[in-house]
């Protein structure tokens, strides 16, 4: 069985170092995982380093580990960047999980003109809120040592990330050629771009192209707009595995 995985700060924490896992987090691991003296922990910072070892003392809201072992996250040559139209209810939120799980580095919640859902400045906090709390879960449960960055973005911010990125494909049903390994650069932030159920407007894709995407194909049929970029990201990094030194994919410890 796997390590439980939370999240705390490590500092510069060693073998032999203690580190304490407080408030609502310490909660979890001692009163719902019930983590026991002795038992094998992995704490991540969020940020790609985390410590491994066992248990040393559990209180209420408190959990102290010993460290055994300080770890570091694969390196990786390119950063996968996945922006999603604005969905409505659960299915949101599975996409999130789902893309943290998969090892997406960040997530761009689209104001689509299409999507049925809309985000006020009160609403868009909130939302927010919970697309973090569900990728922060999420990577604990994949025991990834990197929480995924959620931010929003418009249209207009959205052509302007375009322009930054090294690619950007946009999954889109018109498109004529499925993604292709000279989609991917040699390293970099590799735009997803996937519309809301209603589909992506022509003035949107019309300016989404213009900024440097790609329209591209990922399945026969038109898929929900929670389980195209699923599949999108998939099969990117297949082709990313397909075309990687060997070497990216050995994990770095220290």
Known sequence: ??????????????????????????????????????????????????????????????????????????????????????????????????????????????????????????KRAKALGRWRTTARQASKQARRFTVPTVSFATTAELVSRIGAA??????????????????LPDSGDVLMVVGPEGGISPAELEALTAAGGRPVLVADAVLRASTAPVVGLAQLQALAGLTSPQSDSDPARS
């Open 1 to 122: 069985m796997s390590d439980a995985c939370f999240i705390a700060e490590l500092g510069d924490a060693g073998p032999g170092d203690l580190v304490e896992i407080t408030g609502p987090e310490g909660h979890h691991a001692a009163a719902v995982r019930r983590i026991e003296v002795g038992e094998s922990v992995l704490v991540s910072d969020g940020r790609g380093s985390a410590v491994r070892g066992p248990a040393v003392e559990v209180g209420r809201d408190l959990l102290r580990i010993r460290v055994a072992e300080r770890l570091l996250e694969p390196r990786k040559r390119f950063r996968w960047v996945a922006v999603q139209a604005l969905i409505k209810g659960p299915r949101a939120d599975l996409v999130v999980e789902t893309l943290t799980e998969l090892g997406v580095d960040e997530i761009i919640a689209w104001q689509a003109s299409r999507s049925i859902v809309r985000w006020g400045a009160d």
């Open 166 to 183: 090294q690619r950007t494909v946009v999954l889109h049903e018109s498109a004529s050629a499925p993604i292709r390994p000279q989609d």
